[in-house]
């Protein structure tokens, strides 16, 4: 996806210093016409909670037969996706080489690192039929001593990330570890990234890091009296104990990590260096970066 729209909209968020949270940021809203994408990470009060510095909630959307999303090649540099699939497929291409499906509960990771493109399309067999689309694109930045290290596609199929039960809360543990689980995904910075199904009625205590936050997929939970609704992302703070009781049947995205230094975005380019994005916009421009093999006749044009 990474962008499935361009530009830099930011979100809106409020402060709320009681309870543990510290700002709840509401998505900006993108209609794109048969889908919607919901935008939490950046916002104008939140820059990024530890190295996740870009949030993309997709759909859900339903699509009829000979329709399907197509995401022309793309490049990122400096930053690493992370992709995830409630319902729906998408057929991954990029400059390495790298051709993969990605089904729900699979985690597809890019790494750019000095640079890479990409494209993201409904599989051809996935179009012929009615079908939906419901996934988070997610993007990392990477320590500022990986930021040029070598680009890199890794697959992980959904029975490879680890799941437990904790008081009937199914928790998945996607990167990092937690609740006595590790992820095998690979990871840079230090990161967290744990998906929780909640029904109502159930509590969840939440991981400690040093930056963390909650992103209400569905449903909602509250937390001493304060709700976080749906689509929205409260920030916590780092210290308390913060622990979540679902109001409704609920999923929750908990990411987190260390904090890294400032970040520089413009459009796919994520970098600690401004020079360094000057160089990725007149390289895209110039048609300097590698195509992706049997993708390689569109493109999206530089903003
Ligand atoms: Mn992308």
Same mark, same amino acid.
Not at 42 to 50: A, D, I, M
Not at 192 to 212: F, I, N, S
């Given at each position: 996806m990474s962008n499935l729209y361009n530009g830099n909209d930011e979100c809106e968020g409020e402060k709320n210093s009681s309870n543990g949270?510290?700002?709840?940021?509401? !998505?900006?809203?993108?209609?794109?016409?048969?889908?919607?994408?919901?935008?939490?990470? !950046?916002?104008?009060?939140?820059?990024?909670?530890?190295p996740w510095i870009f949030f993309d909630h997709a759909g859900p959307a339903h699509f009829n037969p000979g329709e399907g999303i197509d995401v022309r090649p793309h490049p990122h540099i400096n930053l690493a996706t992370v992709t995830y699939m409630f319902e729906g497929q998408f057929l991954h291409r990029d400059s390495i080489g790298s051709v993969q499906v990605i089904k729900p509960g699979d985690i597809n990771l890019m790494v750019a690192g000095k640079g890479i493109v990409h494209s993201e399309r409904t599989p051809p067999e996935i179009r012929k039929t009615e079908h939906s689309l419901h996934a988070l694109q997610l993007w990392l930045a990477l320590p500022e001593a990986d930021e040029e290290i070598d680009p890199a596609f890794y697959h992980y199929p959904a029975d490879e990330l680890p799941t437990t039960e904790i008081d009937g809360v199914t928790l998945r543990v996607m990167m990092g570890s937690a609740y006595g689980l590790s992820s095998p995904v690979k990871t840079f910075a230090e990161t967290?990234?744990? %998906?929780?199904?909640?029904?109502?009625?159930?509590?969840?205590?939440? !991981?400690?890091? %040093?930056?963390?936050a909650i992103y209400m997929a569905k449903g909602e939970v509250s937390s001493n009296g304060t709700a976080i609704e749906e689509f929205t992302m409260a920030i916590l703070d780092q210290k308390n104990e913060f622990t979540v009781e679902a109001t409704t049947d609920a999923r929750l995205a908990f990411i987190g990590g260390e904090k890294l230094s400032k970040r520089f975005i413009d459009w796919n380019f994520v970098s600690s260096d401004k020079d360094r994005i000057r160089k990725a916009r007149e390289d895209w421009k110039e048609g300097r970066f590698d195509k992706v093999p049997e993708d390689d006749e569109e493109f999206i044009p530089l903003p």
């Open positions: 949270i510290d700002l709840v940021l509401k !998505p900006g809203v993108k209609d794109l016409g048969s889908f919607s994408v919901r935008r939490t990470l !950046p916002s104008r009060q939140q820059r990024k909670v530890g967290l990234y744990v %998906e929780a199904l909640l029904k109502a009625g159930q509590r969840l205590t939440l !991981p400690v890091c %040093e930056e963390r």
